[in-house]
């Protein structure tokens, strides 16, 4: 009789109960004491049936342990040695994959100069001081590219328009404008847009504010924190903060404009990695329903950039945190964490990702001039450009790289149980640390590895002691829009 | 399942794959994940595959693969030198006019040792 063997899956334990994660299904399972007593022993050595069945006949009878090894085999939690597991095949996306979320760089110019931005700082791609792109979007070139964006949605009844800069409010006139005709042709072809920006909050003036809560947009706003936070990065030409500017006008704005919540996004440098302290000012003082963070973008030898000391404290942060979200889920109340939310969302559908995210597939970003990268923060970047809004997605460039991208050519992250979540990270992190998109994140991979971890137990927790909350996943549109940052 | 709890919706869908594995009914459809078999080509005599060699009767007119693919089958797929013309040294280009055998194999032409 041949010896069974672990197969690949992560375990944790939530709630006093055994769980597995299952790599690469992404299915959770818990475990009841006979299969958690055979993935016990079989985590010592590796051995037949019969072995089992002794070993454990004090506990179990010897029919209930063959019962459990047969389930856990049908799950693939465990298999025979010697049968090599079949590989995850290589399903490539079907072609004419339908756009679900263009974001359109309405501008190239921005009011601020924070020193760790990717578009202007030292670790930009693009050169959008003296390169040839034009610095504001065309009203024509925008609504070109609405015109690109419904055309690529396919059969998808509802298409994501997203702004984004530079400066997003810099170039209201033809975001509006673009609305407008959005509106017109989507109307004519059946279709709905819904809208979104990215802002600094610089510019929020009160008939900004009430045309975006009149019209729905989603905001996300690039906020650090409580002012000595906000103004070490986040500053002026000149270099003055600008905390004073911008916190009564997000207040003014999250007062006005309840037809969406509003999110802030922070970005996570060296020196302001005091996690719970940004996230108690901005939901307690300053009133944002949700808090997204995420490291800075950078090359790995700048000063605020997180180093592997950093990721541990950060990751600490970001556990205790989470905590306070458990308790909060436990008791149905909202917690603003959305790092917590986003990733359970995604545990509790299974998701089993063949690309770290839609970009150059379901998400395209459009620059200045009208040409299609694979998302905002490579638009403009001849190197990473995938067609024009006026000539369509060049679809061999697109199939080339989407196959050279794919999860099952990441030898790095074959061995990796994150990899269902991760599936490598994001692109342009790695292009600005390793000089390419194919690269996978290696410096953040015991971050990733350490969130996932909690963010599993959180979710394994919730499904023992307030399932119920979950359902609130079940429903949710597969496709949604997320703040872009 | 009985010593798992499905917990997520994908281990719903593993549970449920799982259980039709023993399932009588489910048995009876094509099976869901066919095994990674080595190559054997179509017809070849290492299996038998009625209706390739011979139709029903006996013959070859009803057949369900025209004949002619048996020769690039053979050749190509199996090690069966005796089949098909020397083509290392003595006839090349036997084949060079046959680009679909199923539509070009009479411009393969006969080869004489």
């Known amino acids: 009789m041949s010896e069974l063997a672990l197969r690949e899956f992560h375990s944790f ?7 597995v994660y299952l790599v690469p299904s992404a299915a959770v399972f818990e475990l009841d004491d006979a299969s958690s007593a055979v993935i016990h022993r079989l985590r010592q050595r590796n051995m037949t049936r019969s072995d089992l069945a002794r070993q454990l006949s004090a506990l179990f009878p010897a029919d209930e342990v063959q019962e459990t090894v047969s389930e856990l085999m049908r799950a693939r939690a465990i298999g025979e040695v010697g049968v090599p597991e079949e590989p995850a095949p290589k399903v490539m996306p079907p072609e004419n994959f339908p756009l679900t979320t263009m974001v359109l760089n309405v501008t190239n110019q921005c009011n601020l100069s924070c020193t760790y931005c990717y578009e202007y700082g030292e670790d930009k791609i693009v050169d959008t001081e003296n390169g040839k792109k034009s610095k504001f979007m065309s009203e024509q070139t925008a609504r ?8 690529e949605s396919g059969e998808n009844r509802l298409a994501h328009l997203t702004f984004f800069g530079g400066e997003t409010l810099m170039n209201f006139p033809v975001l509006k404008t673009a609305m407008q005709y959005a509106r017109e042709r989507a109307a004519e072809m059946g279709k709905e847009v819904d809208f979104s920006l990215t802002t600094n909050a610089t510019l929020l003036r009160p008939e900004i504010i009430e045309f975006l809560a009149e ?13 000595e936070m906000q103004d070490e990065f986040r500053v002026f030409k000149n270099g003055s903060g600008s905390y004073d500017i911008v916190a009564p006008k997000i207040r003014e704005l999250l007062k006005r404009h309840t037809s969406r919540p509003i999110g802030a996004r922070v970005t996570l440098t060296s020196q302001t990695l005091d996690i719970r302290k940004i996230y108690k000012h901005l939901t307690e003082e300053i009133g944002f329903w949700e808090v997204g963070f995420a490291p800075v973008t950078t090359s790995p030898d700048r000063k605020y950039a997180i180093a592997n000391e950093g990721f541990d404290s950060m990751l600490a942060q970001f556990q205790a945190l989470a905590d306070d979200f458990l308790q909060a889920a436990l008791e149905n109340r909202h917690h603003g964490f959305s790092n917590v939310k986003d990733t359970i969302e995604e545990i509790h559908k299974g998701v089993s990702k ?4 839609g970009a150059g597939l379901g998400l395209m970003g459009v620059s200045t001039d009208g040409d299609v990268a694979l998302c905002h923060r490579f638009a403009g970047s001849d190197a990473h450009k995938l067609g024009t809004v006026r000539d369509g997605i060049d679809r061999l460039v697109q199939i080339d790289f989407l196959e050279k991208h794919h999860i099952a050519d990441k030898t790095d992250c074959s061995k990796c149980w994150a990899r269902p979540l991760c599936s490598g990270g994001c692109y342009h992190e790695a292009y600005t640390r390793y000089g390419e998109t194919v690269h996978p994140n290696l410096h953040y991979c015991e971050w990733i590895r350490g969130w996932t971890d ?3 137990k959180i979710y394994a927790e919730l499904s023992v002691r307030n399932p119920k909350y979950l359902e609130q996943f079940d429903d949710k549109v597969e496709y949604e829009a997320s703040s872009v940052s | 399942m009985k010593h798992l709890r499905s917990v997520n919706r994908k281990a719903q869908r593993v549970s449920r794959h799982a259980d039709s594995e023993n399932d009588v009914v489910a048995l009876q459809g094509p099976p869901q994940q066919p095994a990674a078999a080595p190559h054997i080509p179509l017809g070849c005599s290492l299996v038998f595959s009625p209706g390739w060699e011979a139709d029903r009767n006996g013959g070859t007119a009803g057949l369900c693969q025209p004949v002619e693919r048996d020769l690039f089958d053979c050749h190509t797929g199996c090690f069966w030198p005796a089949q098909v013309p020397d083509q290392l040294n003595h006839a090349p280009d036997w084949t060079a006019k046959c680009a679909a055998a199923q539509k070009d194999w009479r411009k393969i032409d006969l080869v004489f040792p």
């Open chain 1, 13 to 19: 334990q939530a709630g006093g109960k055994d769980f």
């Open chain 1, 144 to 151: 070109e590219s609405v015109d690109f964006m419904l055309r």
């Open chain 1, 215 to 227: 019209n729905r947009v989603g905001v996300t706003i690039s906020i650090d924190g409580p002012k």
């Open chain 1, 354 to 357: 063949a690309y770290p995210c």
């Open chain 1, 454 to 456: 909690t963010c599993l």
